[in-house]
């Protein structure tokens, strides 16, 4: 499996499903753009921290950033 891409995927898929552009979600996670960005494009291998913490800002619990 390629876990960063169907992290990244999920977490565009509830970021548009909530209304918030990369810059919101980036602001709310306290995280960079471009960080978040990568993370979509499935080009970055975000930690459990990191995903964490996107989990939270969408409202969201961790399982589903890695549900396939």
Known sequence: ???PKIVGRNVRRLRRQRGF?????AFEAELDLTYIGGIERGKRN??????????EALSVSLPKLLAD
């Open 1 to 3: 499996m390629d876990w």
């Open 46 to 55: 975000p930690s459990l921290l990191v995903m964490a913490r996107i989990a």
């Open 21 to 25: 552009t990369q810059e919101q979600l």
